[in-house]
């Protein structure tokens, strides 16, 4: 995810630099075949999306997903995703508009009157449609979120509401990590401040400590909803770990019971 609208009076913003909207909308537009709405999002793609509505299909579901879980609006701006036909295209398309990010293989970039989502068709670019999507949803309905909880979220509705959370990928890497004795560390989670610095470990763990919040005890869901009420209302709660204590001293313990009961 990278944003424009660094602010770094913002207690844990993502604050990434990035080129302005004018530079982003110098480059020259594809010859799109499809224009589409879906929802919030304008859907503009290289190809036949009728080819695709299983892909769709997941991502016309994100917006009510989101929105049941998590309590926050999905209106806002304009969220334009542009599809490319494949990562050639992909790169093509970025570097033009954001050299030095064609590396990644989807993202998500807000400029200040708009919503970005870049992605291209291969094995697993639902999965990318629905993160990138995520943050979308996330920075229209937010004035700013901590890294790791961005990414937490966005790693949680990669998969449809309907998806087996106990196949989850990163519950093997995670059950391995809990007979080794080590816990997700939220604090450490906190120290991270760029997705730069973001690890695979991290994307990980962040998605533990979400899905505990999201689906574990009705202490730990009430912290996420209040946290998440704070910042829409613009009063910093500061980090998490310290709101989350006051609530649940244990969360680390009960992460963890939480972990292994999902990996049974």
Not at 79 to 98: G, K
Not at 120 to 134: G, K, P, Y
């Amino acid at each position: 995810m990278f944003t424009t609208n660094h602010t770094l009076t913002k207690p844990l913003v993502i604050a990434t630099a990035m080129l302005g909207a004018t530079t982003l909308l110098a480059a020259e537009p594809p010859a799109w075949h499809t224009v589409r709405r879906c929802g919030p999002f304008l859907l503009h793609s290289e190809f036949d999306l009728d080819n695709h509505r299983q892909v769709i299909r997941s991502l016309e579901t994100l917006p009510a997903e989101f929105h049941k879980r998590l309590g926050l609006p999905v209106t806002g701006q304009p969220i334009d995703v542009h599809l490319l036909a494949n990562r050639r295209r992909y790169q093509q398309h970025v570097r033009q508009r954001l050299p030095g990010a064609a590396r990644r293989r989807a993202l998500y970039l807000k400029t200040a009157d708009r919503g970005y989502v870049f992605a291209f068709q291969h094995d697993s670019w639902s999965v990318d449609l629905r993160h990138e999507c995520t943050h979308a949803l996330i920075h229209n309905a937010l004035p700013y979120l901590p890294l790791w909880l961005d990414e937490g979220l966005a790693e949680y509705f990669e998969q449809p509401s309907s998806a087996n959370n106990r196949s989850h990928p990163h519950l093997k890497r995670l059950r391995w990590s809990l007979r080794l004795g080590s816990t997700p560390s939220l604090k450490r989670l906190e120290s991270r401040r760029t997705f730069q610095s973001m690890t695979s470990r991290d994307y990980r763990e962040a998605w533990a400590w979400t899905h505990f919040l999201l689906n574990g005890p009705a202490p730990a869901q009430h912290a996420l909803a209040d946290y998440l009420a704070e910042i829409r209302n613009n009063k910093p709660p500061g980090r998490f770990s310290r709101f989350l204590e006051t609530r649940i001293p244990t969360a680390h313990k009960q992460l963890k019971s939480h972990l292994v009961r999902l990996a049974r």
